[in-house]
Structure formats: C-alpha cells, structure tokens
C-alpha cells in the first residue's frame, strides 16, 4: 500500500483532465496540476500547480501520475518514462493505438524494475473495454470471438479529440487468428441493437486502444470492435460544436452504450455498460485505477492492460455502469 495519496494530472486544465481532478477531490485523495501554461494552471485555487513540458517533467513527490494531455502520441512515452524514473505508477486515457503499443514497448522493462505499474488507455475508450471483455471471460484468458460495440448517442468532439484524430494517421489494427491485423478496407458495416436508449444503430468496424490492451493480455483469436455511424459523422463534422453542460458536474448530455459478446465454443456471454458522457466517465474509470494503485489492489507491475492489473469485476462494479449480463 502506497500513503502517498498525491496523484499529478497533467493536461489537468483540459477538458476531460477537470474531471479527473473533481473526482479526486471527490475521493478524497490530493491533486497536484500540472501542464504546460502556468496562466491556465492559476485558474486552480487549491491545489499545487506544477508548469513544465514534456522534455522536462517534474513528477517528484507523488504516487501516481495521471496524463490526460493528448496526443498521447506525443506524450504518452516521456511521461511515462518520468513517472517510472521518479518510482510513480502511470495511468492515460487515451483512445490511440500507437500510443499504448509504444508505452508497452518502451516503457515496460523499467516499470517491471522499479515496481511500478503503467497502465495507458485507462478511460472510456480502452480501459472501459478492456474490463468488460475481461470480466465476460471470468476468469478465463481465451476466446474464439469477441464482439466489443460503442454506441452513443450523439459525439460533441473537445478540441483534444480533434487535435487528436488529426495526429494519429496509422493504420487502426484488428485481432484476426490471434494476431494484430490493419484493419482491411472498406471497413465493414452493419446493424447492432443495443438496447434502450440507442436501440437498433447502424454501426462501421473501428477499433479503438481496447484491441491493444486485450491482445496484450487475452488469447482473443477474433476481435471486432463498432462504432454507430451517427456520431462518427459528427465527429468528422467540423462545425458539430463541443461539449455543453447540462449539470453542476459539467457533464453533456451525451448518452453511451458499450456491449461486449465472447464466445468461447459454445459459450456465449454477454456484458452491457451506459451512461453519460464519455469523457466525464472516463474520470471515475482513471481515478478508480489511481486508488486501486496506491491502496495496493493490483495484481501486476510493469506496462500492463487495465484487466490485467485490476480484479475487472469489481471495478465495473465500484463503477456502476453495468446494466445487463448474460450466458447462453
């Protein structure tokens, strides 16, 4: 157990890095802010304010690092290696591929030494299907087939998420016989029903940084990941406006479903998730990761998936979102 409740959050004057500093203000634990401009950091009253690039972190004094400064293409790797050098554990939220698959290949080794954990894609996008699939599998570390399904019901795009999609460019990857694949084009399409309030969508193939984070540590032979089509056309929109609040939380009204079906021979096993506005819940998803890291409910170090280093069940469970499990 680590009794350094101090968490840095760095990006912590962006969009989705007020909430994760809200939430730990909520829990209890002590938010130190930091990011690049030291006049928008001065909006924070409260807590410490930390003003540094990525070529020089400042990340001494904390137990855990949370990045939530895109594109974590640029950012992900060097803050990462900092936390690790200054024996911090490591969590992002981000939704790139390249980003998570760059953190496991260059940060791992030094995490594994110094008994850390970095975990990247610990949000809405990734660490929310990551857990999902991992507690469908309950327990098993196998699977014939998995379905992972996003539907939302709208997409109002932060500045962030555009910046974002405009500097990752490569090539998204499946899970095809076991192995990460590109994505051939066109992309599939078709119908996916996801239950009130979504219903029947039509959805495109469009994986996210989940497929990493399973195939780092499930044996999945077939992976495809949806996305509805709607709010894929409103994010590619560049006059869809960005998010507006519609309570004291900050959150829009954004409306999300996420539905994962594993197969394993004749086992079918179905897991639901809802709720509002995914980057407000990518918030709860982090910080219950910071908690769980510095309390000591971790089963693994090194640069490692969220399933992978937290009991799923219980964490989807301390998160509320599940609305519906089956087996057939």
């Known amino acids: 157990m680590n009794t350094n409740t101090r968490v840095l959050v760095y990006g912590a004057t962006g969009h989705t890095g007020r909430f994760v500093v809200d939430e730990l203000l909520r829990r209890g634990l002590t938010p130190v802010v930091a990011g690049r401009s030291a006049e928008r950091l001065a909006e924070f009253s409260g807590p410490e304010r930390r003003a540094f690039g990525i070529d020089t972190p400042d990340l001494a004094g ?97 500045a962030g998420s555009r910046a974002t999609g405009a500097r990752n460019t490569a090539a998204r990857l499946v899970i095809r016989d076991g192995e990460l694949t590109p994505l051939a084009g066109p992309a599939p399409t078709g119908t996916w029903s996801f239950g009130e309030p979504l219903g029947e969508q039509e959805v495109v193939e469009l994986p996210f940084s989940d497929v990493i984070t399973i195939h780092r540590h499930l044996a999945v032979r077939e992976l495809r990941s949806y996305l509805n089509t709607g709010p894929l056309a409103e994010l590619r929109d560049a006059d869809t406006p960005p998010p507006t609040a519609v309570d004291d939380t900050g959150r829009s009204a954004q ?54 280093a937290f009991a799923a069940g219980d964490v989807l469970d301390a998160l509320g979102l599940l609305t519906h499990a089956s087996t057939r």
């Open 62 to 158: 904390v137990g855990v690092v949370i990045n939530a400064a895109g594109p974590f293409l640029d950012t992900a790797v060097p803050i990462a290696r900092a936390a690790v050098a200054a024996g911090a554990h490591y969590l992002d939220v981000t939704a790139e591929q390249p980003a998570v698959q760059e953190v496991y290949r260059e940060v791992d080794t030094a995490a594994r030494a110094a008994g850390v954990a970095v975990i990247p894609a610990m949000a809405f996008y990734g660490g929310l299907g990551d857990l999902l699939v991992t507690a469908a599998l309950d327990g098993e570390t196998d699977a014939d087939e998995v379905d992972l399904a996003i539907g939302l019901d709208r997409w109002w795009p932060t």
């Open 255 to 308: 409306r999300f479903v996420v539905d994962v079906v594993v197969r394993r021979g004749a086992d079918v096993r179905r897991l639901s998730a809802a709720g509002q506005d995914i980057y407000a819940v990518s918030a709860p998803i982090v910080v219950e990761a910071a908690q769980r890291l510095l309390d000591g409910r971790f089963h693994a170090t090194g640069a490692v998936a969220p399933g992978e």
